[in-house]
């Protein structure tokens, strides 16, 4: 597994400017020391031996459970709607949608974002950067929700199914257009 990002490869974090000089091989995310990426990599590779006793979800860290618990024990509530977070920073993220605050603008259009990851995400609108690379094809994509979708093409998982034929599709839009077929 890859821990430290070409010298050329290294990136700041918006707010803070730190050099972020070690990435997951995963999810691309990035660490400011080698013992926070070693445990980042616990969520993808470890035995997830931590359960919660109070829904099914597991976790591969103690303090990973400790943090999820936040949301049963309704410790950081948002008192407009109800929903719980599993720390302070979650739920002061999610209060500026009920405040109207968006803090982080482009700087290229002027639109607004409550985060600054929504920020960056933005950017490569304007940029044209694409970071998810397909490792089957020559396709890439900005965003890693975007590849996972294209890689059901690869899988071939078809999990949406015509109820009317027998056609299945990777893409529940496919299936939307292809039900149209079926309208007389």
Do not use: W
């Not at 829904?55 to 860290?61: E, G, L, N, V, W």
């Not at 409550?114 to 044209?128: E, F, N, P």
């Amino acid at each position: 597994m890859k821990s430290e990002a070409d010298s050329n490869d290294i990136t700041e974090h918006l707010h803070d400017g730190k050099s972020r000089p070690y990435v997951c091989t995963v999810c691309d995310k990035r660490f400011t020391t080698k013992g926070s990426l070693k445990t980042h990599t616990l969520i993808h590779t470890a035995e997830k031996s931590y359960s919660c006793t109070q829904c099914d979800k597991c976790f591969a860290h103690q303090y990973y459970l400790r943090t999820h618990m936040n949301i049963h024990d309704s410790k950081y509530m948002c008192p407009e709607c109800g929903k719980c977070f599993r720390n302070n920073k979650q739920l002061t993220v999610h209060r500026r949608c009920h405040l109207g605050q968006k803090p982080f603008e482009c700087s290229v259009c002027s639109k607004r974002f409550t985060q600054s990851t929504h920020l960056v995400r933005h950017s490569r609108v304007h940029s044209g950067e694409k970071l998810y690379k397909c490792c089957m094809c020559d396709k890439a994509f900005s965003e890693s929700g975007h590849l996972n979708r294209h890689m059901k093409i690869h899988v071939g998982y078809k999990l949406y199914k015509c109820l009317l034929c027998d056609k299945a599709f990777t893409v529940s839009g496919h299936l939307n257009a292809h039900m149209r077929v079926h309208v007389v």
